[in-house]
């Protein structure tokens, strides 16, 4: 029995989920720490925003309402800072595993819908308990385990699955943490194959469908463009996914899903030019190379993100996220 979720449950004490409308679904969010998770909600509710203002014009006969459940993290600060080209603060590592809930509720003239997104930490002391679990088949749920509704509703108990995966993960752009626990693709394909076990025995309840948010595409975009791999492509994605996320993909493959989504992400960092001092000869005729600028106000949250002045938004790839609620709602709520 762990410990840690015992503690979670209690500290933030997450109520059973009684669905309060016609139809409530929902959509687990998955992704390794450092992944791009908070980053993506912030994307998804600075989307849905627009989205809200564009559906609940007056007169309109389908409404769109959002809201943010805080858990682990001060998602609502965060996202004052993004709209200032922040990124967010970093997610403190070890017991926590679920951030926040995002909900989305669509009015239609013939009832209302709801879906709950769960972004879940796949690491950390608590996720590898489960996953632990999961792996040795115990994934039954038995009234003795405390923690038994948490992993339930949350984890398996889901009607969608949305996968974070970094492109600069997968190319080994970033440290590695160390623990095969920490590498993305082991990760995902394990959380995968295990919601697919319970489903298999446990099947009124089944996966309608997979996203997956192929986050920081700007970051290699030029290198995955010209390597085969553009990922706005199916073919890219498939290159890229059987050269970088070859467990995953096999995951998802045997979900034989015709509803899998890919979708590449990624926000636009602010640069400037530097002294390039390396070939720089004359120092009285300096040569220069454009590099990525850290936040002048808070040097320690990394990159600048560039923010459009005139629609006071950051600059990130918003089509993805316009076309996910569309995804939700026809393939998920229906
Ligand atoms: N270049 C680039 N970097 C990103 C992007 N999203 C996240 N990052 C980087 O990845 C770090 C972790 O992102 P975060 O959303 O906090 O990940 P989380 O731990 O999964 O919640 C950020 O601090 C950024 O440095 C993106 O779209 N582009
Ligand atoms: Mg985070």
């Given amino acids: 029995m762990s410990q840690v979720l015992q503690t979670a449950k209690n500290v933030f004490s997450i109520p059973s989920l009684k669905s309060k409308v016609e139809q409530e679904r929902r959509a687990s969010v998955f992704g390794m720490v450092e992944s791009g998770k908070t980053t993506t909600l912030l994307e998804l509710l600075a989307v849905c925003t627009n989205y809200a203002n564009q559906s609940n014009r007056p007169g309109s006969k389908e409404n769109f309402y959002f809201l943010v459940e805080e858990r682990t993290s001060g998602i ?19 017991e926590r595993i679920f951030e926040a809930d995002f909900l ?32 040795n088949g115990q994934y039954e749920i038995t009234p003795d385990m405390k923690d038994a509704g948490l992993i339930h509703d949350y984890i398996l ?16 752009m970033e440290a590695e943490k160390g ?19 319970y489903k298999k025995e446990n099947p009124s309840r089944p996966i309608k469908g997979i996203a997956v948010f192929l986050t920081k595409y700007d970051a290699l975009r030029t290198y995955l463009e010209t390597s085969k791999m553009d990922l706005q492509t199916p073919d890219g994605v498939h290159n890229f996914m059987s050269k970088y ?37 004359d120092p009285q005729n300096p040569a220069y190379k ?31 996220f316009y076309e996910f609620i569309e995804w939700l709602k026809d393939t998920v709520m229906a």
């Fill in 76 to 94: 609502r600060q965060a996202l004052g800072e993004f709209y200032q080209g922040m990124f967010p603060e970093k997610t403190p590592a070890g």
């Fill in 104 to 135: 989305m509720r669509f009015h239609k003239t013939f009832g209302k819908w709801e879906i709950r997104l769960p972004f879940c930490e796949t690491s950390g002391e608590a996720m590898s308990h489960i996953l632990d679990r999961f792996r």
């Fill in 157 to 172: 108990d889901t009607d969608a699955i949305a996968l974070i995966a970094p492109v600069t993960r997968g190319l080994g």
């Fill in 179 to 197: 623990a095969t626990v920490q590498l993305p693709d082991v990760n995902l394909s394990r959380l995968l194959s295990a919601i697919y076990q």
């Fill in 245 to 281: 996320f070859p467990q995953t993909y096999d995951v998802i493959g045997w979900y034989g899903l015709d509803n899998v989504r890919f979708w590449p992400t990624g926000v636009q960092i602010e640069t400037e030019r530097v002294i390039d001092e390396l070939n720089t000869l």
């Fill in 290 to 320: 454009v590099m990525p600028r850290l936040h002048p106000k808070n040097p320690a949250r990394g990159w600048q993100i560039k923010v459009d002045s005139k629609r006071n938004m950051p600059v990130f790839t918003e089509q993805p």
